[in-house]
């Protein structure tokens, strides 16, 4: 199934091979439960569907296999492992789901590291519908 990304910045959804439009399917990964709670609050407000929400690195490979998600929110700051490991692990044993890393910390330094590893970064105080929709674009530019 390829994933299309609508050009509008209030495009809440994503259009399979057939033309259905279905919401954007997420895995959100961090290990503050208070941030995960706040952010699956914003982005299913936007129509992004969380399909799992994941605490550790260590488990994020399993649910990403068991949930088949169009993205991957990443934290880079894990307790358990970097988060940059886990998106290369992800980028070898999962091609084709996109990994977006998010942090606290500014944004040029997130785009270094997501180059290469990721489709791209966003400051957590950034995440929305529109900012994920932007990363997957310029990513497949």
Not at 9 to 25: I, Y
Not at 33 to 53: H, K, N, T, Y
Not at 87 to 97: D, N, T, Y
Not at 108 to 133: C, F, H, M, N, W
């Amino acid at each position: 199934m390829t994933i299309l990304i609508r050009d509008s910045t209030d495009a809440s959804l994503t259009a399979d091979v057939h033309g259905r439009e279905m919401a954007l399917r997420t895995v959100l990964v961090d290990d503050d439960d208070r941030f995960r709670a706040m952010a699956r609050r914003l982005l299913e407000s936007e129509g992004i569907e969380i399909v799992a929400e994941v605490a550790t690195g260590g488990a994020t490979l399993d649910a990403v296999r068991t949930c088949q998600p169009d993205v991957v929110l990443l934290d880079i700051g894990l307790a358990d492992v970097d988060g940059t490991d886990v998106a290369r692990q992800l980028q070898s044993e999962c091609p084709g789901i996109a990994v977006v890393l998010i942090s606290t910390r500014e944004a040029e330094y997130g785009s270094r590291v997501a180059a290469g590893i990721a489709a791209g970064y966003l400051p957590k105080d950034e995440l929305s519908l529109a900012a994920i929709t932007d990363v997957l674009g310029q990513a497949t530019c």
